[in-house]
C-alpha cells in the first residue's frame, strides 16, 4: 500500500508559478513510477507528467513542455511538479499517482485556480 499527500495548490495569476509536492508513505518510493494527472470541471482526467522510478525518464503532455518540470528525491519519498507560466486552462485539481507493476495508487488532489 502507498499514501499519497499533495500540497502546494493555491490561486495564482496567469503567468504565475506554483510548485505542487506529493509526499508518499508506505512503500519503496525508490521503486514507483511516480505521474501527475489534472482533471477539470466537464473534462477527462490527463496525465500532465510522469517519471520514471530513477529519475532520468520524464514525460509530458504537450501543452505543459517548457512550462512544467516534473522531479522526485527519493530520500525524502516526494514527487514535485514545478509549474510556470500558468495559464487559466491549467486550472484543476492535480493529483498524484503511483505506480509499481500492475498497482496504482491516488492522492486526494489539490486546486488549481489561474485567475486574475
Known amino acids: 500500500q502507498v499514501q499519497l499527500v499533495e500540497s502546494g495548490g493555491g490561486l495564482v495569476q496567469p503567468g504565475g508559478s506554483l510548485r505542487l509536492s506529493c509526499a508518499a508513505s508506505g512503500s519503496s518510493f525508490s521503486r514507483l513510477t511516480m505521474s501527475w494527472y489534472r482533471q477539470a470541471p466537464g473534462k477527462e482526467r490527463e496525465l500532465v507528467a510522469e517519471?520514471?522510478?530513477?529519475?532520468?525518464?520524464?514525460k509530458y503532455t504537450d501543452s505543459v513542455k517548457g512550462r512544467f518540470t516534473i522531479s522526485r528525491d527519493n530520500g525524502k519519498n516526494t514527487v514535485f511538479l514545478q509549474m510556470n507560466s500558468l495559464k487559466p486552462e491549467d486550472a484543476a485539481v492535480y493529483l498524484c499517482k503511483a505506480g509499481y507493476l500492475w498497482s496504482a495508487y491516488w492522492g486526494q488532489g489539490t486546486q488549481v485556480t489561474v485567475s486574475s
Open positions: 517519471i520514471n522510478s530513477a529519475g532520468n525518464i520524464l
